[in-house]
């Protein structure tokens, strides 16, 4: 048995079922070692590292599994990078396996010679070692899982080649020696009942009490509401936590920040108790002002506790288990005026997204695009979004149903996640639909290469369909309708202008379907074909940039320096964007005024 033939043995040990990864001579040793094991675990190629590593990440997210992800020396494991730090930063267990140049030659300033060690220090700062010796295994596999999983973050193990074609020998029962076991117990750490007691005391004395949750409280959901129920409380969600608690509650504001719901925002706004459960949602400016509410913060991981905001007290604890303590010790509310107010407030905001979505637009609208998508949503769904305006639509549109899952890249908000997310749960899910939704901006950056890896695929999956909805509008349009509302820029179009492509035409070039939408009325019957389709199936929506992803609580400034930006365009896309700017600024901010 080679050192190859062991990591692939001890990956199966952990159960391990598939490795997203692209060949390359620096792991060469590696895949003769598949072939010897017949795939297992499944070797599941992309199109590019960085995909690899995002199909990992979104496997992690949706299956609750380790993802692993591999690739070759020097270029290979640079282009697992950015996938890795999304991992880092959403908190995702994942495992990167890379080569290196063979031990003779590091040092000499060899081909495709890098320091990795040093390279992945930051990325993988929990676990980063290089194989030097067969005898480090299983020792150090194990760590880089064990740590992954318990952690909630990725970690890397370096091998160089040389090393992957040594005899493999066991750890010895002897000096300097290290054994190792497999596996790692569940544990669910819990606070100290003198702080459960006081927490109940802070959020038994408010009056108006919110609830932000993340994706930390995503196996806490009967606990959650029994909470909020109690309390009386309205419940936001941060984005990552989309899919911890049903939109469809009457109480549950949505999503909360730069994409957030305006029930969401006015909750923060006039609480006077905040109750955060396993979120690190970054933007302290959309919680309540410093000194306003009394705050309590539960957390898994103590390193992130006391972030954010002055919590007058951090308890570090599963959520579940500790809301099950703490219920107990929480007073019934009487008084319904807040939550009644929170539920009137969020009903109304569901209607102007509605009214929103039916302001005409040229061609199509793009949050009716993802409106009529609310409604046709499979109760087993699986959504993904990608960063740009796309997450916008995502975050205020969507009503996830119980059952539903959904995220996005929520803290690096890198580009291009959105199709090897949705590639990632299709292998978590074989059984589920997945849907990605995508800026057209995303889908030429790495989407379209990643339809041929679901092309490749999607005969082994049991239900086949994976809809890729692309919102075509030429422009790179969060950065633009930023560069407008924050620096009263209009649009610069070097950098903004992107190509139109038949989305649609590649896909069916792949053996995939598809088609181009242009009107509003084709929009919903698009979206069934698609998600009735035998295969995976691409819809290129043509929509307006026009349309302004303005949150709800964009201040009169921000609007008028957005509006004043696009008037004091001269081009001719300009002009086309500046039709109608007026009665579409009026629309889409209801209750703001007419001014």
Not at 187 to 192: E, F, H, K, Q, T
Not at 233 to 242: E, F, N
Not at 326 to 334: K, M, Y
Not at 517 to 546: C, M, S
Request: aromatic share 8%; glycine share 8%; charged share 20%.
């Amino acid at each position: 048995m080679k050192v190859a033939d062991y990591v692939l043995q001890r990956l199966r040990e952990w159960r391990v079922t598939y490795v997203f990864a692209y060949p390359g001579d620096g792991i060469n040793g590696l895949l003769a070692a598949w072939g010897r094991a017949e795939d297992r675990p499944r070797f599941i190629q992309a199109r590019h590292e960085e995909m690899s590593a995002f199909q990992a990440v979104g496997y992690a997210k949706f299956s609750g599994r380790i993802g692993v992800c591999a690739a070759t020396s020097g270029p290979g494991a640079i282009h697992l990078l950015n996938g890795l730090y999304d991992a880092k930063l959403d908190h995702v267990p994942v495992v990167a396996i890379v080569g290196q140049t063979d031990r003779s030659a590091m040092g000499g300033s060899y081909q495709q010679e890098v320091d990795l060690l040093s390279l992945y220090k930051d990325v993988a700062s929990a676990f980063c070692e290089m194989v030097t010796v067969p005898e480090q295994l299983p020792n150090v596999l194990d760590r880089a899982l064990r740590i992954a999983v318990t952690s909630r973050t990725p970690t890397a193990l370096i091998i160089p080649a040389d090393v992957q074609e040594l005899d493999y020998e066991p750890p010895s029962h002897a000096f300097k020696q290290v054994p190792s076991s497999l596996g790692v117990g569940h544990y669910a750490p819990v606070p100290a009942d003198e702080d459960l007691a006081r927490a109940a005391d802070i959020l038994n004395a408010g009056e108006k009490p919110a609830i932000l949750i993340g994706q930390g409280a995503r196996h806490a959901r009967a606990e959650v509401e029994q909470v909020a129920d109690l309390l009386g409380a309205g419940v936001a969600k941060a984005l990552l936590g989309k899919d911890a608690l049903p939109d469809t509650l009457p109480y549950v504001t949505g999503a909360i920040g730069l994409l957030g719901t305006r029930p969401s925002y006015e909750m923060m706004r006039d609480c006077d108790t905040l109750l955060v459960i396993g979120s690190s949602f970054p933007y302290t400016q959309f919680l309540p002002e410093f000194g306003q509410a009394r705050a309590v913060q539960i957390d898994i991981d103590p390193a992130m506790v006391g972030l954010r905001y002055p919590f007058e007290l951090n308890l570090v604890g599963d959520a579940a288990r500790t809301l099950r303590r703490l219920i107990p010790l929480l007073d019934r509310r009487t008084d319904g005026d807040w939550r009644e107010a929170i539920e009137k407030g969020t009903a109304r905001w569901w209607e102007v997204m509605e009214r929103r979505a039916e302001v005409p637009a040229d061609p199509i609208n793009p949050e009716y695009v993802v409106h009529a998508l609310d409604e046709l949503l499979p109760d087993d769904a699986i959504v993904t979004a990608d960063s740009g305006s796309a997450a916008n639509w995502y975050a205020r549109h969507l009503r996830l149903r119980d059952g539903m899952r959904g995220s996005l890249s929520g803290t690096l908000a890198t580009m291009g996640p959105g199709v090897p997310y949705a590639i990632g749960a299709k292998f978590a899910h074989p059984d589920r639909p997945a849907i990605a939704l995508v800026g057209d901006g995303a889908m030429q950056m790495n989407g379209l290469a990643e339809l041929l890896t679901a092309a490749k695929y999607f005969h082994q999956w049991s239900d086949p369909r994976l809809v890729v909805a692309v919102l075509n509008n030429q422009d790179l349009n969060q950065v633009t309708w930023e560069m407008r509302a924050l620096q009263g820029a209009p649009q610069f179009e070097p950098s903004q202008s992107i190509p139109d492509v038949p989305y649609a035409d590649a896909a069916a070039l792949f053996g995939l379907d598809g088609e181009r939408v242009e009107t509003a009325g084709t929009v919903t019957p698009a979206w069934r074909r698609a998600l009735a389709a035998d295969r995976p199936y691409v819809i290129d929506f043509r929509t307006d940039p026009a349309v302004p992803p303005i949150p709800p609580h964009a201040t009169w400034d921000q609007i008028k320096s957005a509006a004043t930006s696009v008037l004091r365009g001269d081009s001719d896309r300009t002009a086309v964007v500046r039709q109608g700017l007026r009665a579409k600024l009026h629309a889409f901010l209801p209750g703001r005024g007419g001014s």
